[in-house]
């Protein structure tokens, strides 16, 4: 049974960068079938896509955060990663890693539990 | 990219059905066959329900289908059960070869 855990800091100070990691189980991220991606939800509001990866290290990025993401794959761990620098508190979410139903044209299907990012100092 | 529009909250009695739209453009919804559907409980992750407009997921029940007409997408909901009350969003890809999502629907069952 595939499953996806979120990992990284509760906290981020203003201006610093978040890093976090997600750690897939029950299924490799090396697979030639699926796309990864991330996804990020502010306290009490909707969902938004940041970006997503193939094993390759093929990225797609939300054209309105693509300046501040960065997001990269360890297929020796099994893992994949989300790098956004210039933090602030617009950025404070729930942010989701997720396994997309297939290649890049398909939605996002399995996700992890999510992991709450508060930024503050 | 603007987030796709849909009507804050919907409600309905058990038994009866509802219908949430989705309304985009002619660069996302209009242009593609590739809207989904989630289904959302709070403090809980996203329940991918519906995608590419009209197929379910294994395990998701026949109640749930999806249409779309022009630049929106709906998500009929029949046979209303307790357990529908969530949170419903959704998304869609855009021609910015990216993905966007909806503002989200609360369903109430009276």
């Known amino acids: 049974q595939l499953q996806l855990q979120e990992s990284g800091p509760g906290l981020v100070k203003p201006s610093e960068t978040l890093s976090l990691t997600c750690t897939v189980s029950?299924?490799?991220?090396?697979?030639?079938?699926?796309?990864w991606g991330w996804i990020r939800q502010p306290p009490g509001k909707g969902l938004e896509w940041i970006g997503s990866?193939?094993?390759?290290?093929?990225?797609y990025y939300n054209p309105s955060l693509k300046s501040r993401v960065t997001i990269s794959v360890d297929t020796s761990k099994n893992q994949f990663s989300l790098r956004l620098n210039a933090m602030t508190a617009a950025d404070t979410a729930v942010y989701y890693c997720?396994?997309?139903?297939?290649?890049?044209?398909?939605?996002?299907?399995?996700w992890g539990q999510g992991t709450l990012v508060t930024v503050s100092s | 990219q603007s987030a796709l529009t849909q009507p804050a909250s919907v409600s309905g009695s058990p038994g009866q059905s509802i219908t949430i739209s989705c309304t985009g453009t002619?660069?996302?919804?209009?242009?593609?066959?590739?809207v989904s559907w989630y289904q959302q409980y709070p403090g809980k992750a996203p329940k991918l329900m519906l995608y590419?407009?009209?197929y379910r997921p294994s395990g998701v029940s026949d109640r749930f289908s999806g249409s779309k007409s022009g630049n929106t997408a709906s998500l009929t909901i029949s046979g209303l059960q307790p357990e529908d009350e969530a949170d419903y969003y959704c998304?869609?890809?855009?021609?910015?070869?990216?993905?966007?999502f909806g503002g989200g629907t609360k369903l109430t069952v009276l």
């Open positions: 997720a396994r997309h139903l297939g290649l890049w044209l398909t939605t996002l299907h399995y």
């Open positions: 029950g299924g490799s991220i090396s697979s030639r079938s699926y796309y």
């Open positions: 990866i193939f094993y390759s290290g093929s990225t």
């Open positions: 002619s660069r996302d919804i209009g242009g593609y066959n590739y």
């Open positions: 590419e407009v009209t």
């Open positions: 998304n869609s890809y855009t021609s910015s070869s990216s993905w966007v």
